[in-house]
């Protein structure tokens, strides 16, 4: 059982809709991460914020938007996407984002298939 | 900037062999390194993690892996897997200077033969 968890699970949208994947992390911790994870590729870090302020943006093009209302939740606001942006989106949270010593406890992730 | 690399990308053993996994990174710094693992249908969870002290380091499901500074490695070992062994498994680093970022290989899919 994880204290991250993600919804949907899966989304597959078109090209010009708007949708938005939803995070939410139990554990009481002050750093949240989105990640994208495609076939082959290493995970990629897309965003990191750190109570509540984003502090990474990993050259993440603008049709990803990112919204951090409290600690406890994270949100991906997608729009225009493309077809190579089909991937398994992640999301993970921390306890020290400071220190880097502190492991990250990801979520199941949203399956994305954009058509 | 680091990166890590996984050079086996896929490996298939028979129940009871060892195991051992390569990981290698390039940075010249202070470093924080973890295994992380994913099996079927399941969310990426922490394997072990190495930050300082002693370099062999021992993790869930008798795993464990030893951090050798002068080869930039931090490799993988079991030494008797069993099928229940079979998932996807990353190795990743961050740096020490209050970095969050946390760089992944490409990962290994382990697959076990019973």
């Known amino acids: 059982e994880t204290g991250v968890t993600q919804t949907p699970r899966h989304l597959v949208m078109g090209m010009t809709n708007k949708k938005s994947l939803k995070c939410e992390q139990h554990l009481g911790h002050n750093a949240m991460y989105w990640y994208k994870q495609s076939a082959k590729k290493p995970l990629e870090l897309m965003f990191v914020?750190?109570?509540?302020?984003?502090?990474e943006n990993n050259s993440v093009p603008s049709r990803f938007s990112p919204e951090c209302p409290n600690s406890s939740h994270l949100f991906l606001h997608l729009h225009t996407l493309q077809p190579e942006d089909s991937a398994l989106y992640l999301c993970a949270s921390s306890q020290d984002p400071g220190q880097g010593t502190y492991e990250q406890y990801f979520g199941p992730g949203t399956r994305l298939t954009v058509t | 900037a680091q990166s890590v690399s996984q050079h086996n990308h896929h490996v298939i053993l028979s129940e009871a062999a060892s195991l051992e996994l390569g990981c290698n990174y390039s940075y010249g710094g202070t470093v924080n390194l973890f295994w992380y693992v994913q099996y079927p249908g399941q969310h990426l969870q922490l394997l072990l993690k190495y930050f300082s002290g002693d370099p062999l380091v021992k993790g869930i499901k008798g795993f464990e892996a030893e951090f050798i500074k002068s080869k930039f490695s931090f490799n993988l070992r079991k030494p008797s897997v069993q099928w229940s062994d079979t998932a996807e498994y990353f190795c990743?680093?961050?740096?020490?200077?209050?970095?969050?970022?946390?760089?992944f290989g490409t990962g290994t899919r382990l697959t076990i033969i019973p």
């Open positions: 990743a680093v961050s740096d020490n200077f209050g970095n969050e970022k946390l760089t």
């Open positions: 914020y750190n109570f509540k302020e984003q502090t």
